[in-house]
């Protein structure tokens, strides 16, 4: 399977329903890192396909910006096939996470810190995205520019390992009430990643997108 950016993979699929295409992605490192899990049916498809292209590396990491299925649902299946991988969240998403039982090893992170592995870097925002605008987590990887959006920068339609272009700060602008409720969280949020300069975005759901 080629990668969708450098040694970026993506793992899509398809809901006809609502139209909606899910990611996931591993960031094929030294360390490797998964950006979330999918659902359970998603994380279950996704298992084989990540093990493939995993050969014989071991998963470290898995990043989950915020709790909610499609995000971290399938987490527990993940876990038993990659038991060494460490979830990597916020605070409120480890509270959850912990609330469910489905695990208390997690490597939390707030805004403004990094994770440091081996061959990558990623750096952490805040995001407004649980229920009760709780923190989650967006994160951009510094050394090959790559913004994982979560559920902004996203578009409906089938999208496995579609790449469209577009501009940063058209994306920001967009970021829509719906995504984030409150207006001075939302205008936080848009003029913290109006400081960053990604050249990649790496989004749940939609095409990603090449930055000009
Ligand atoms: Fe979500
Ligand atoms: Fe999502």
């Not at 527990?76 to 489905?102: M, N, W, Y």
Request: overall charge negative.
């Amino acid at each position: 399977m080629p990668t969708i950016y450098q040694d970026l993979f993506q793992f899509s699929s398809h809901v006809p329903l609502i139209d909606l295409s899910f990611h996931q992605y591993l960031l094929s490192a030294d360390e490797p890192l998964l950006v979330h899990t999918g659902n359970i049916q998603q994380a279950t498809a996704l298992v084989p396909r990540l093990k493939a292209e995993l050969k014989d590396k071991v998963l470290k990491y898995i990043f989950i910006s915020h709790f909610e299925a499609d995000e971290c649902g399938g987490l527990t299946h993940i876990l038993d096939h990659f038991p060494e991988a460490k979830p990597v969240c916020s605070e409120v998403t480890a509270r959850q996470l912990g609330g469910f039982g489905l695990t208390n090893e997690v490597i939390i992170k707030k805004p403004g810190e990094e994770l440091n592995a081996k061959d990558f870097t990623l750096e952490f925002f805040s995001y407004p995205s649980e229920m009760h605008l709780w923190e989650g987590l967006l994160a951009k990887e510094s050394q090959r520019g790559i913004f994982f959006s979560s559920d902004l920068m996203i578009r409906f339609g089938e999208a496995d390992g579609t790449v469209v272009e577009s501009i940063w700060q058209t994306e920001i602008n967009n970021i829509r009430a719906e995504q984030v409720p409150d207006p001075d969280q939302r205008t936080k949020l848009q003029q913290t990643l109006g400081r960053l300069n990604p050249r990649f975005v790496a989004p749940g759901h939609g095409p990603c997108l090449k930055l000009l």
